[in-house]
């Protein structure tokens, strides 16, 4: 034990003195042979403890004591820790450790210009081989840091051309630094001047590319060879003329450089100086003899490039030394290049060569199709009086004048028809220039071409072309044709096929003259259009095609030749579903008046209903007697109507005898079992409520959703129940509840609506306007299925009903007021609506106790049906009391109610005394007998009634002769 503590009390003197820095206590500890010089004193050796401690006698003499030096010991690599690093090196066994990117020591130490430190880590036979990440040797990073320990790696490399991945030297970085000094030294020190990368790129010719004179006269006057390939064939000299260095490319060609190298593409240095457009330089290297007829790979020569890139004075230069312009091969292109690029100078130039105007490239085409297609007419007119042919065909048939025609060109069809162009010569598809123009429409082109006479039999397919598509200046170009001889028996030497394709066009596209003349002259209107002629479209027959096409006049001239009126289409479609499908009234009128069947199916109707076309129902209905016609989902033309709101179209459908039936259960059930399944499998639960919603629904729903009260009074007039229901088990007035509609409200509260009606859910309209919130929240729109749009859009949301609610607590007290059952108040709404029916209730009670005349009370009025206030008026005092008793500040809850009441009341009365004189007048009716008939009558009868009876009067003249 005795033995252990002195141990232990020896180490820790040792590392009292090594953190005090007192070297003689630390020599003494260390020769007690109790001492373990590696201890590890909690995560520290000794040899830690004097590096932190930077006590460079210390660390020596740890070190004389053998310690340890693992690599993880070396501190950073600075000037402060300079000396302990190359002590502790001496010492490491580990000189290869690397850190994350790759760095040994070595290439730290040259980093940071320690030459003392790299020579050491050298004789300690360091990797001057080894790469970083970035596969950088310790001599490339020299260069880059521009230091002297380049010159220690110099002299310890076996083999001096040193290559990291890119198989880049040294010298290579030394002359991408640009710095000619680093490369004086490398190449001194024997770096070898014509290494060259994975590019084949020297030492010279990186410092061509950089444009750095001093570095290039340096190499070369150093032996650089002037004449070293890269991997592609590409010499010092096609860099320094692709470079634009006049300088660089005269000191190689007086250093030898061979003017007529040749790339592997068998590009020259001429070549490229005329790519690059270099004037100086071409002209050095034709005086040095350079071929300036040299081919490349491509058949390309200086001056084919020259021309190409319209350098006029190198094209001069080029000739003048000897280019070649004639080749007799595919190199001959330069008039066809110059014509493209519109170069009238070079154009001009080659001809003063006697470029041959007659040579063809591709696709047969000469330098006369190319200045055509360019539009030059000066140039077709240079390669003209040149003697080219001015009726050259292309491989397609294609003459000069073809190609003027096709890119409307008419100054280049002037040139060429002024130097007799041919102009009856056909293309491979028989089509003339004037075919062309009247194809296209082009009106002066083709009044040009017309003035020179050309043959109409050679150009018998003009009037073809110009029926084919429906251009603007198609009726022009027609007329001009006729006007200059172009008579319709021409038609007949036409192939059959084109005949029914030319009838085809002029149906599709109006020409009515040409429909005319071919009907006049036999064609067939009911003849079956060949594929060919049709061109996989389905029209069926030419009227259906006319009457798609919405071309009313042909459509008139079929019907008149016998064209089938009811002939069905391979989709089972007769042209009247067309014309109602566009939405065409005179097209639907025209074929309806030619005996037009309409089928027993809604679809028409449905059609013309959902584009709120009335003009276009009322002519439908002429003919189509079954005005209640349901599709599989219950819906009629009048729910199209009353969503469009056109209360016109609606009181229409009621004159052609329009019944609105409630939601049928039974039906429900039928399309239960056949639909419901399917749907709720595919859309699921929700999107199935919002389609019973939606279309399970009855017109006057959807005038209470739409806000119509003049289109739902219609409805109720017309016998449908304000409480019927939609396929949810909602009535009218929870629609308008729910979308906050008051007109509607006040509407069905008129006619009795019952506030207290559930639907499937059990909520009553009243819950609808305290919770409207909660029953918008739940309308899952976004899953509701594609066909719900045969009849209901996305429903818009609301934010709130507080107007609803308000009103429907009015309406709740009135209940209250006829002693209903259920009508006390609501347990779920609000305070404030709580309040608000105490109100109600307050000023019910003073309307009662407010009498009008005799013992009729306000209250009377509020309570009572429109015809029994409209019975109250047949008492002439009774509209001057209610006027007087009648205040709105008054009775501010029920005030308007009341007026609005009495004023519907009085359009009643109004109604009713004129329809009275027509009973009494006319029918000769004794009046007690009237009144009872006049009882069952709606407003809108009576409004009919009126509307005879002054038609009865204007007829007649019955007023004028009552005067007289």
Excluded at 18 to 42: F, H, M, P, W, Y
Excluded at 62 to 76: K, R, T
């Amino acid at each position: 034990m005795e033995g252990i503590k002195n141990k232990n009390e020896s180490n820790n003197e040792l590392h009292n003195a090594i953190i005090e820095g007192n070297a003689e206590k630390v020599i003494q500890c260390l020769k007690s042979q109790t001492i373990d010089i590696n201890r590890i004193i909690g995560k520290d050796s000794y040899l830690d403890v004097a590096i932190k401690s930077q006590n460079l006698e210390v660390i020596k003499l740890l070190l004389q004591a053998n310690a340890v030096v693992p690599a993880s010991l070396i501190p950073s690599f600075d000037d402060a820790n300079k000396e302990i690093i190359k002590l502790l090196l001496a010492h490491t066994v580990d000189i290869e450790k690397t850190d994350s990117n790759g760095m040994t020591y070595l290439h730290l130490a040259v980093k940071n210009n320690f030459p003392d430190i790299v020579e050491l880590l050298l004789s300690k036979g360091s990797n001057i081989y080894a790469k970083t990440v970035l596969k950088l040797t310790a001599m490339h990073i020299a260069c880059q840091e521009k230091n002297i320990t380049m010159i220690l790696l110099n002299r310890h490399m076996n083999l001096f051309p040193v290559k990291n991945g890119e198989k880049e030297t040294a010298l290579h970085f030394a002359v991408n630094f640009e710095d000619l000094s680093i490369v004086k030294l490398l190449v001194q020190e024997g770096a070898c001047i014509n290494a060259s990368n994975k590019f084949g790129l020297t030492a010279l010719h990186l410092a061509i590319l950089k444009k750095k004179l001093d570095i290039v006269q340096y190499l070369i006057k150093s032996g650089a060879d002037v004449n070293f390939a890269t991997n592609d064939k590409r010499v010092p000299l096609h860099m320094a003329a692709e470079c634009g260095s006049v300088e660089m490319v005269k000191i190689l060609l007086e250093n030898g450089a061979i003017v007529n190298k040749k790339t592997e593409f068998g590009i020259t240095p001429l070549h490229t100086a005329v790519f690059t457009r270099r004037k100086e330089i071409v002209e050095l290297l034709v005086d040095a003899k350079a071929n300036v007829n040299a081919v490349g790979n491509r058949d390309e020569t200086p001056l084919n490039i020259a021309v190409a890139h319209e350098c006029e004075d190198i094209v001069n230069i080029l000739i003048s030394h000897g280019a070649i312009v004639n080749h007799g091969d595919k190199k001959d292109m330069l008039l066809h290049m110059a014509a493209f690029n519109k170069s009238i100078n070079l154009v001009k130039l080659l001809l003063e060569h006697n470029a041959d105007v007659s040579v063809v490239y591709m696709n047969d085409r000469t330098a006369l199709h190319m200045a055509a297609e360019r539009k030059c007419p000066e140039i077709v007119e240079m390669l003209l009086m040149k003697g080219a042919d001015v009726d050259a065909k292309t491989d397609d048939g294609f003459t000069a004048l073809h190609i003027s025609v096709e890119y409307n060109d008419l100054e280049t069809c002037k040139v060429l028809l002024q130097n007799k162009a041919n102009i009856d010569l056909e293309d491979k598809k028989g089509r003339t220039p004037l075919c062309f123009a009247a194809e296209r429409g082009y009106v002066k082109i083709l009044q040009q071409i017309l003035s020179f006479k050309p043959d109409l039999q050679k150009n018998k397919l003009a009037l073809y072309c110009a029926v084919k598509d429906n251009h603007k200046s198609h009726k022009t170009i027609i007329l001009e044709l006729i006007a200059h001889g172009y008579s319709m028996d021409l038609l007949k030497l036409w192939p059959e096929i084109y005949i029914d394709i030319f009838m085809l066009n002029a149906v599709r596209n109006g020409h009515t003259g040409i429909v005319e003349y071919l009907l006049k002259h036999g064609y067939n209107a009911n003849k079956p259009l060949q594929t060919q002629a049709v061109e996989d479209i389905n029209y069926g027959s030419l009227l259906h095609l006319a009457v798609r096409k919405r071309q009313l006049q042909n459509a008139q001239l079929l019907i008149k030749f016998g064209s089938d009126i009811n002939i069905v289409d391979k989709s089972g479609q007769k042209p009247i579903f067309y014309a109602v499908e566009n939405n065409c009234f005179q097209m639907t009128k025209l074929l309806l008046d030619n005996k037009a069947v309409l089928d027993d199916s809604c679809e028409l109707l449905f059609m013309a209903a959902r584009e709120n076309n009335f003009r276009l129902i009322r002519e439908i209905l002429k003919y189509y007697k079954n005005v209640n016609i349901q599709d599989e989902f219950g819906t009629t033309a009048l729910h199209f109507a009353a969503w469009h709101g056109n209360e016109e179209t609606v009181q229409l459908l009621f004159e052609n005898g329009a019944k609105c039936a409630t939601v049928d259960q039974s039906r429900q059930v039928s399309f239960n079992s056949e639909l419901y399944t399917k749907i709720q499998v595919i859309y699921g639960e929700e999107a199935m409520e919002e389609f019973k919603k939606n279309v399970l629904t009855t017109p006057l729903h959807i005038a209470a959703r739409k806000n119509c009260s003049d289109i739902a009074e219609a409805i109720l007039e017309s016998g449908l129940s304000v409480n019927c229901r939609d396929g949810c088990g909602r009535t009218p007035l929870h629609v308008a509840t729910l979308f906050n509609n008051i007109g509607p409200i006040h509407l069905f509260m008129e006619f009795n609506a019952d506030l207290y009606a559930k639907d499937n859910d059990g909520y009553t309209c009243i819950d609808y306007a305290c919770n409207n919130n909660q029953f918008i929240g739940n309308m899952h729109m976004d899953k509701v299925f594609p066909f719900v749009n045969k009849l209901i859009p996305i429903i818009n949301t609301i934010d709130n009903c507080t107007t609803a609610s308000e009103l429907l607590m009015k309406y709740l007290a009135v209940a209250h007021l006829r002693n209903e059952k259920s009508c006390e108040k609501p347990s779920s709404c609000s305070k404030k609506l709580e309040d608000l029916y105490d109100n109600c209730v307050s000023e019910i009670a003073l309307l009662n106790s407010t009498k009008i005349i005799n013992s009729i009370t306000l209250g009377d009025v509020l309570i009572r049906s429109i015809d029994t206030v409209t019975s109250y008026l047949k008492n002439a005092e009774f509209v001057k009391a209610f006027e007087c008793v009648m205040d709105v500040e008054t009775f501010p809850l029920y005030g308007i109610i009341l007026k609005k009441k009495m004023r519907r009341a009085k359009e009643r009365r109004l109604l009713l005394d004129e329809a009275q004189i027509y009973f009494t007048d006319i029918l000769c009716l004794l009046e007690p007998p009237a009144n009872r008939i006049m009882d069952f009558l709606n407003t809108r009868d009576l409004a009919c009634i009126k509307q005879a009876y002054e038609s009865f009067y204007s007829q007649l003249g019955y007023r004028k002769c009552k005067e007289s």
